[in-house]
C-alpha cells in the first residue's frame, strides 16, 4: 500500500539547475527511499507553456506573501501511509544530513510542501494493468 504522499514544490536557479538535478536523482531520491515506509519517488518540471483546457492559462498558488511561491519543481514521495514522512520529520532528517546535502537543499527556492494522506485513487486506462506495473505519469494533476 502507499497511502501517503509527500510533495514539495519549488524553484531553482538556472546556474544550479543541473548540479542539483544530478545529485537530487543520485543521492537525495536514494536516501529517502532507503527510509522505512516509502516506496516510491517521482520528480517533474511545471513548463510555462502549457495551456489547461477550458482554463485561461496555467494554475498558480495563492497569492499571499506568508505563503511560499515555488511551483517549477514538483517532488513527490509515496509512503506506505503519512506517518512514514514523519519519523523523522522532513526538518529533522534534512539536518542530520551532511554539510554538502543542506547546501543542495539550500538551492530550493520558494519551498512550500504538504504530506497527505491519500483517500481515492482513479488509474484511468491504465487501471488493467497489474497494480505493480502502474506507475506515476509523464503529466500530473493535483
Not at 531520491?29 to 520528480?43: D, E, S, V
Amino acid at each position: 500500500m502507499d497511502r501517503g504522499i509527500w510533495i514539495s514544490w519549488y524553484n531553482l536557479q538556472d546556474k544550479s539547475r543541473d548540479a542539483y538535478l544530478d545529485w537530487l536523482h543520485s543521492t537525495y531520491i536514494p536516501k529517502q527511499l532507503a527510509r522505512p515506509g516509502f516506496t516510491w519517488a517521482a520528480h517533474y518540471a511545471s513548463l510555462d507553456n502549457v495551456k489547461l483546457s477550458g482554463a485561461k492559462g496555467r494554475l498558480s498558488n495563492v497569492k499571499n506573501n506568508a505563503v511560499p511561491s515555488g511551483d517549477r519543481y514538483i517532488l513527490l514521495f509515496g509512503g506506505n501511509d503519512a506517518h512514514a514522512f514523519v519519523r523523522p520529520t522532513p526538518a529533522e532528517f534534512h539536518a542530520q544530513m551532511p554539510a554538502a546535502d543542506r547546501k543542495m537543499l539550500a538551492l530550493r527556492l520558494g519551498e512550500r510542501s504538504n504530506i497527505m494522506a491519500e483517500e481515492a485513487r482513479i488509474h484511468g486506462p491504465a487501471a488493467t494493468q497489474p497494480l505493480d506495473q502502474i506507475a506515476l505519469s509523464p503529466c500530473i494533476q493535483i
